[in-house]
């Protein structure tokens, strides 16, 4: 049974956008903090962004400024607006929930001219 459903990403060219978002059940949206992180080939799994129940957000580093998390309580769903993409951003994008541990099916994400 799939509890976090991912939807968006593909291809996009550098300087450009692209938004993610994540679908779950009322019960784990409103539970816990939940996340996106990302893996690229040859590469650990990488925290990107992290939004807490309460609205709180944190980014690595290499996002800052570009990316946006976001939580629409009515849809118990988180966003991620990516934009001013970089090369370096393709990876394969994971949807994470802190309740149960639980991850998306991963959605690719590729920056390329």
């Known amino acids: 049974q799939v509890q976090l459903v991912e939807s968006g990403g593909g291809l996009a060219q550098p300087g450009g956008s692209l938004k993610l978002s994540c679908t779950t059940s009322?019960?784990?949206?409103?539970?816990?903090?939940m996340a996106w992180y990302r893996q690229a080939p040859g590469k650990e799994r990488e925290l990107v962004a992290r939004?807490?129940?309460?609205?709180?957000?944190d980014y690595a580093d290499s996002v800052k400024g570009r990316f946006s998390i976001s939580r629409d309580n009515s849809k118990f769903t988180i966003n991620l607006q990516m934009d001013s993409l970089k090369p370096e951003d393709t990876a394969v994008y994971y949807c994470?929930?802190?309740?149960?541990?639980?991850w998306g099916q991963g959605t690719q994400v590729t920056v390329s001219s």
């Open positions: 994470h929930s802190y309740y149960g541990d639980l």
């Open positions: 009322r019960s784990i949206f409103s539970t816990n903090a």
């Open positions: 939004i807490t129940r309460s609205g709180f957000t």
